[in-house]
């Protein structure tokens, strides 16, 4: 079992939606929980940084870490063209474990 | 702003040569770097661990005398690939942890065309 699981997609929704990308992740001692954005033949760039439970929120970015289910998500409100990017989700214990990645695109 | 910063961005050199590729973090001290490589439409693949002052740690399959990591400074950390081949074609990003050293940030990446 990887420590950190996403679902590759690809996933195409029309402008305006919201966007939900999942990851679960497989050791209960991780605390640090990242969200990174992928456009294509660029490096990827932090999104959202969350510590242990909790929702945080920044514009139209939700990070979401349940804990208790070992699930890690993030919103995406009102969904423009430029979100299309792939998404990696990563967990920090002592290591960090990096998703696949998410390929999203958004319609106009 | 960019907090790490790679460089060049686009290389292209003849099979057999070496390229170095570097790797800055730009203002602030970064005791470990990762190296890591990407194949279009794939997952980052790390290629090793560097750590300032010490022999980079290696992943499993990643030769070590075919990609030279040195990480001299706390702000530098470079690659060498030697001896490319057209196989080394690839994305190679590197990334930096800052500060308490919980999360990552990653640099533009390079983009290595051996011909």
């Known amino acids: 079992q990887k420590e950190v699981e996403q679902d590759p997609g690809p996933l195409s929704v029309p402008e305006g939606a919201i966007v939900s990308l999942n990851c679960t992740y497989s050791?209960?001692?991780?605390?640090?929980f990242m969200w990174y954005r992928q456009y294509s033949r660029k490096g990827p760039e932090l999104l959202m940084y969350t510590y242990s439970s909790g929702n945080k929120e920044d514009g139209r970015f939700t990070a979401q870490v349940d804990k208790s289910s070992k699930y890690i998500s993030l919103f995406i409100r009102d969904s423009q063209p430029s979100d299309s990017a792939t998404y990696l989700c990563?967990?920090?214990?002592?290591?960090?474990?990096f998703g696949t990645g998410t390929s999203l695109t958004v319609i106009p | 702003g960019a907090v790490v910063s790679q460089h060049p961005s686009r290389v292209i050199c003849k099979s057999g040569t070496s390229v170095k590729i570097e790797c800055r973090s730009l203002?602030?001290?970064?005791?470990?770097m990762f190296w890591y490589r990407q194949f279009p439409k794939q997952s980052l693949m790390l290629m090793a661990t560097s750590n300032e002052g010490s022999k980079a740690t290696y992943e499993q399959g990643v030769e070590k005398d075919k990609f030279l990591i040195n990480h001299a400074s706390l702000t530098l950390s470079t690659l060498t690939v030697t001896s490319a081949h057209p196989e080394d074609s690839s994305f190679y990003i590197c990334?930096?942890?800052?500060?308490?050293?919980?999360?990552?940030?990653f640099g533009e990446g390079s983009w290595l065309t051996v011909v």
């Open positions: 203002d602030f001290q970064a005791t470990t």
């Open positions: 990563a967990a920090t214990g002592n290591q960090f474990y």
């Open positions: 990334s930096a942890t800052r500060g308490s050293g919980n999360t990552i940030y």
């Open positions: 050791n209960s001692a991780f605390q640090y």
